[in-house]
């Protein structure tokens, strides 16, 4: 059997599972996708047990992502551009090489909706792991200036999110990469208003699905995307490096991501 995870803490909230799972059962491959809760100071630890035991990669989550970049023997290049990492692989040498394909995962979910950022400024909100591929992201769609603002200012050389009024009023988009507004965590308190009426509003957290920041983004009438797509793009490549099968991302996926997020 083919064994691989999700690692991260907490990790309940975690769909990861239920995609591979459907690959999985899609392709008719031996496998599992296990979700792993690790706490922060036995990352390093379990990631060393777990190659032993001859898994053959794991999905990285909150809040490992940076420490996961510190543990590979190689990367990819929007791993080095990031600084984070959210993809182990197991070489057979023991040797680990590290993945960003939030980068990807987040440019095909932005595309997909038909999000057009070349030349024209945008607002990211966060300072982690995810907020650095998200950046990346942002640069590889041609984005105009990028304003960054957290809850921390100085972090990854963010603003404080004192800055929103002014940041917003120019914004043709705002994305979420923190983990406010996920399912059991506060949501960011901004008010919307502040955005163009032509402004996208991006939520990177999946659960639940329609987050406060979205929902309020809706109610103004705003376009919103979602964090599935990025989810499901994200995980292609992963899958291919752990099951050695290239999957496609469909309508059948996201009506199975949307059922176990209904019944979570």
């Given at each position: 059997m083919k064994l691989a995870g999700v690692i991260g803490w907490p990790v309940a909230q975690s769909l990861s599972p239920s995609l591979h799972g459907h690959w999985l059962k899609e392709h008719g491959i031996d496998g599992l996708f296990a979700a792993l809760a690790v706490r922060p100071e036995d990352f390093t630890r379990t990631v060393g047990g777990l190659g032993l035991a001859g898994f053959r990669g794991l999905s990285v989550t909150v809040p490992h992502k940076e420490a996961a970049f510190a543990l590979c023997a190689r990367r990819d290049g929007f791993a080095e551009r990031a600084g984070a990492v959210n993809q182990l692989v197991f070489r057979e040498d023991g040797s680990i090489e590290g993945l960003n394909t939030d980068v990807v995962g987040l440019v095909a979910s932005l595309r997909e909706a038909g999000v057009d950022v070349t030349g024209r400024p945008a607002v990211l909100l966060g300072a982690g792991g995810a907020a650095?591929?998200?950046?990346?992201?942002?640069?590889?769609?041609?984005?105009?200036?990028?304003?960054?603002?957290?809850?921390?200012e100085g972090r990854a050389g963010a603003q404080s999110l004192d800055y929103w009024a002014g940041a917003a009023r120019d914004a043709a988009l705002v994305v979420n990469a923190t983990s406010a507004g996920m399912k059991g965590a506060p949501s960011l308190t901004l008010d919307l208003a502040a955005l163009p009426k032509h402004a996208v509003v991006c939520d990177i957290v999946y659960n639940p699905l329609e987050t406060p920041l979205l929902k309020q983004a809706r109610a103004l009438g705003l376009a919103t995307v979602d964090g599935l797509g990025m989810l499901m793009h994200q995980a292609v490549p992963a899958f291919d490096a752990f099951f050695g099968v290239r999957p496609q991302v469909t309508r059948a996926l996201r009506h199975v991501l949307e059922e176990a997020l209904a019944h979570g």
């Open positions: 650095r591929a998200a950046r990346v992201a942002l640069e590889e769609m041609g984005a105009g200036e990028v304003c960054q603002l957290n809850r921390t």
